[in-house]
């Protein structure tokens, strides 16, 4: 069963996109993911079968970006 989760990120702009999509695309339980750098929040959604928001921050923290579970 997916589930989609939901992070307020630092993730601000196309070359910040660029720079976290290899750490994202990396991580094989990803089923999907986008973030809305429009949002004031820079909202991560995340497509998953079996992760939990933790282990998706520790992948954001590699990359060197913030997020908090909304």
Do not use: H
């Not at 589930?3 to 910040?16: E, F, H, Q, Y």
């Not at 720079?19 to 994202?24: C, D, I, K, M």
């Not at 079968?49 to 933790?54: G, I, M, V």
């Amino acid at each position: 069963m997916t589930r989609t989760l939901k992070l307020k990120t630092n993730i601000n702009c196309s070359g910040c996109i660029a720079a976290v999509t290899p750490f994202l695309n990396s991580e094989k339980e990803i089923l999907a993911w986008e973030v809305d750098t429009v949002d004031k929040n820079k909202i991560l959604t995340v497509t998953t079968e079996s992760l939990a928001a933790e282990n998706i921050q520790k992948v954001l923290e590699k990359a060197g970006y913030k997020s908090q579970v909304v």
